[in-house]
């Protein structure tokens, strides 16, 4: 990453093991990966700093590792790891909620969901 990368994204978790003070969540989202019992939603909520958006991109990263996902443990070195981290996956979709609102945002939101996963497994969405 680059000198100019902040400082929570240069440090933030790449997996399960990683994540530091939200041991039942990571229990609940390891359960259900080795269970395969994920759920088509998943609600993370929570002061602002304590892993929610990093919760979602490590789940997104354990369902659509190409070696051998859904794992508890992604690999960080596929196509799919490196575009997710990078913020640039084609199925997993991050978007600002704050910003858009809209009616249209939301309507455009809707059109997208309806359409299969393109790379990966799974068509992630994180609503932040």
């Not at 002061?47 to 979602?56: L, P």
């Amino acid at each position: 990453m680059s000198e100019s990368t902040s400082l929570y994204r240069r440090h933030r978790p790449q997996s399960f093991d990683q994540v530091v003070g939200q041991q039942h969540v990571v229990r609940t989202l390891s359960n259900a990966i080795t269970q395969d019992k994920v759920h088509h939603a998943y609600l993370f909520v929570g002061s602002r700093g304590t892993g929610k958006t990093s919760m979602a991109k490590i789940l997104a990263a354990s369902l659509n590792c190409e070696n051998g996902g859904p794992t508890l443990t992604p690999c960080g070195t596929c196509e799919s790891c490196r575009s997710i981290a990078a913020g640039n996956s084609v199925d997993v979709i991050e978007m600002d909620a704050a910003s858009n609102r809209s009616v249209d945002d939301i309507r455009e939101l809707r059109d997208r969901v309806a359409f299969a996963p393109t790379a990966g497994r799974w068509k992630v969405y994180i609503l932040d």
